[in-house]
Nanobody, 123 residues
Framework: QVQLVESGGGLVQAGGSLRLSCAAS????????MAWFRQAPGKEREFIAG????????RYADYVKGRFTISRDNAKNTVYLQMNSLKPEDTAVYYC????????????????WGQGTQVTVSS
């Protein structure tokens, strides 16, 4: 079992930055691929970025390439999402997820989810 708790969301002006954290419980954190998703009101949950268990491999959605960076610290059981150059369209609830295989883009294929953290970007 893995429990995930996100933090770091909030209100920021367009062009600003936020760093989200996802703290995981469980001794097997470093065996899971991790990912960040987001969901805006009335929209489907969408993939943002994913990172392999070792941290050596990362994937990004095209709309965040060059703006967002995913990283992990297995010693701290934590995965991060650094978000720069934020836009109003980035407003959503952001979720982290864990998967016992490699990173994929489909939410339903992830095994564990956090409760989400709200990110609001004002214009």
């Amino acid at each position: 079992q893995v429990q995930l708790v996100e933090s770091g969301g909030g209100l920021v002006q367009a062009g600003g930055s936020l760093r989200l954290s996802c703290a995981a419980s469980g001794r097997t954190f470093n065996s899971y691929a991790m990912a960040w998703f987001r969901q805006a009101p009335g929209k489907e949950r969408e993939f943002i970025a994913g990172i392999s268990w070792s941290g050596a491999g990362t994937r990004y959605a095209d709309y965040v390439k060059g703006r967002f960076t995913i990283s992990r610290d297995n010693a701290k059981n934590t995965v991060y999402l650094q978000m720069n150059s934020l836009k109003p369209e980035d407003t959503a609830v952001y979720y982290c997820a864990a998967r016992n295989l490699g990173v994929v883009y489909t939410p339903v294929l992830y095994d564990y989810w956090g409760q989400g953290t709200q990110v609001t970007v004002s214009s």
